[in-house]
């Protein structure tokens, strides 16, 4: 009956390791599908850097699918209008449009929003600088398809040879059709608007000045592991500077069974006073970071800040409007998921509604659980209970041992 106790004692014991240590809410959607949930860098400090701890549960404790991506870059359409100096038509011979250019822009192509039809027309393409000597770009080229079905105009693109002109005329054949009305001309460019990357905000910074060494010690510390891929300076003064810096950690070391601390370099980096001072560096996975910037015989830099940031990532799910999710995470030992959802990524439209977590809550540190738990909860108690049973286990098999060889000897 005692050994029952103990073997139950010792299962409460390891029940208390390898559970989740953090939790999150998902703020409600308005919309059943999926949805993209922004992983802010206080959920990804709590969680393994490869987030394969990461899961996500519904209100009835059942599991939900998700995969985890890097926001896409979003391309933005804009159409810049060009000024139509003129439009001129000689009946039943041509009409000419007359088109300024931004002055010194490269082109080799222009945009003709024209009002639907269903002729087919021939055209030729010249440019000039002043508007009074022509020179040919293209010749007999035919624009057709001029007709939408949803929209009272069509967009048409002309390409030519690249050029610089600063006036560009285009000559429309009238002979067998009418006109055509061109209602506006300019470019389409195409601008890929970047994920800005997320500021780790919980880092405390402190700054000291080694003048034996004739360097600056920046010191920074976390509240929790954090993922950097970023590192930037903002730098008041002096008007002029070039410095060596070393951004490193201090790792702890047994030689010789003695424990030393020594630097680990990371990355290394130039502030000038000529760039921005924002610097790519390998990921890193760190509580606390330190930086060493020469200064040789200058006077110390004025630093008003260090900023360290993350490359953005998300977790896309599908979740309902009438329902409460909450993200589970730092549970060391589990592994990545396998969901069949992974396999149909390409599948899922890119752009899609977003959501967040909030309310994240975390367990008290290992630290601070030991001081805070009875004593038989204790780390140290469990292995006393396995050493415990271990004795007893080596006694009874002794004991039947024993028992066993009497019996023989009978």
């Known amino acids: 009956m005692k050994l029952n106790k103990f073997i139950l004692l010792l299962f409460f014991a390891n029940l208390s390791f390898g ?16 949805h993209e949930i922004i992983l802010s860098p206080e959920i990804r400090s709590y969680s393994k850097q ?30 810049e ?52 000597e022509w020179f040919g770009i293209s010749n007999t080229r035919i624009l057709d398809d001029l007709n939408s079905t949803s ?21 429309f054949d009238d002979q067998k059709t009418l006109p055509i009305n061109i209602l506006k001309a300019g470019n389409f460019t195409n601008q890929i608007q970047r994920n800005a990357l997320q500021e780790i905000s919980s880092g ?22 954090q993922i950097i891929n970023q590192i930037s300076f903002e730098i008041a003064k002096p ?24 630097e680990e370099e990371i990355a290394t980096f130039e502030l000038n006073s000529n760039v921005k001072n924002t610097f790519t560096i390998p990921e890193i996975f760190e509580k606390e970071l330190f930086i060493k910037i020469e200064n040789n015989d200058n006077q110390p830099l004025s630093i008003l800040k260090v900023k360290f940031s993350q490359n953005p990532l998300s977790m896309v ?38 959501t967040a977590v909030y309310d994240i809550q975390q367990k008290a540190t290992v630290k601070n ?30 004991s039947l041992v024993k028992d066993l060889k009497q019996k023989n000897g009978q």
């Open 19 to 34: 559970q989740y240590q953090t939790t999150g809410k998902i703020k409600p959607v308005s919309e059943q599908g999926f």
């Open 50 to 79: 490869d987030l394969s701890d990461i899961r996500l549960f519904d209100s009835k404790g059942n599991e939900i699918p998700y995969f985890i991506q890097t926001p896409k870059n979003n391309s933005l359409n804009t159409f």
């Open 81 to 132: 209008t060009y000024t139509i100096v003129s439009k001129a038509a000689i009946p039943k011979k041509s009409t000419t449009v007359i088109i300024a250019i931004p002055s010194n822009k490269k082109h080799n192509e222009i945009s003709l929003f024209i009002a639907n039809s269903d002729a087919e027309k021939k055209y030729t393409v010249s440019g000039s600088d002043d508007q009074k």
């Open 151 to 171: 929209e009272t105009s069509v967009a048409k693109t002309i390409s030519y040879p690249l050029n610089t002109y600063h006036y560009l005329k285009i000559d």
């Open 204 to 225: 405390k910074s402190t700054t000291t000045e080694n003048h034996s060494k004739k360097e600056t010690q920046i010191q920074t510390l976390f509240d929790a592991p």
């Open 239 to 262: 008007a002029y500077y070039s410095r060596k810096a070393v951004l490193y950690k201090k790792v702890k070391r047994q030689l010789k069974r003695k424990s030393i601390t020594t």
């Open 317 to 354: 799910a599908e979740l309902s409007s009438n329902e409460n999710y909450v993200l589970k995470t730092g549970n060391k030992s589990m592994t990545a998921p396998e969901y069949d959802l992974s396999a149909f990524k390409n599948s899922i439209a890119s752009n899609l509604p977003q």
């Open 369 to 398: 659980q030991t001081e805070n738990k009875s004593f038989w909860q204790q780390s140290w108690f469990m292995w006393l209970c396995i050493l415990f049973g271990g004795a007893i286990l080596l006694f009874f098999t002794t």
